[in-house]
């Protein structure tokens, strides 16, 4: 009985393979954002290989793969994401946030930048992100 429902997992894991792969396959590369859409295919080759892990009695290594396969595909589409702002949409760069000039905690980082330049003639300014210190004296 056992052995019939391993071989029933893994036919089903092959008609899953098959399915995504004509998808994979079929996927048009001009599409916009294709990379998603094969993500997407991608999920079930994954779940076809947790199943057929299953049926041969990969009990464990079929559990890590579940719990790990859909942080990779965030990890591959964030980082897809991040790479397509910078290439496709420079608006989104250029954009400037308003700083409230009486804020006590969030100071713009131009403001930033020239107090560090005027502190240290020796300190390099990264542009990306500015860390400064505060000094307190205590007979203030």
Not at 18 to 34: E, F, M, V
Not at 42 to 68: K, P, R, S
Not at 126 to 138: G, K, M, P, Y
């Amino acid at each position: 009985m056992i052995e019939y429902i391993k071989a029933i997992l893994l036919i089903i894991a092959a008609f899953l393979t098959i399915i995504s792969a004509i998808g994979l396959i079929s996927l048009d590369k001009n599409t916009k954002n294709a990379v998603y859409a094969r993500i997407h295919i991608i999920g079930l080759f994954d779940i076809a290989c947790i199943i057929a892990m299953i049926g041969l009695g990969h009990y464990l290594l079929a559990g890590i793969y579940f719990i790990l396969a859909p942080f990779i595909a965030h990890a591959i589409a964030n980082a897809y994401w991040k790479k397509e702002d910078r290439e496709n949409n420079s608006d989104l760069i250029n954009v400037e946030q308003k700083v409230d000039e009486n804020h006590p905690f969030i100071h713009p980082k131009e403001k930033i930048q020239s107090l560090e330049s005027k502190n240290s003639e020796k300190l390099k300014v990264d542009e990306r992100f500015s860390v400064t210190t505060l000094e307190i004296d205590e007979g203030d």
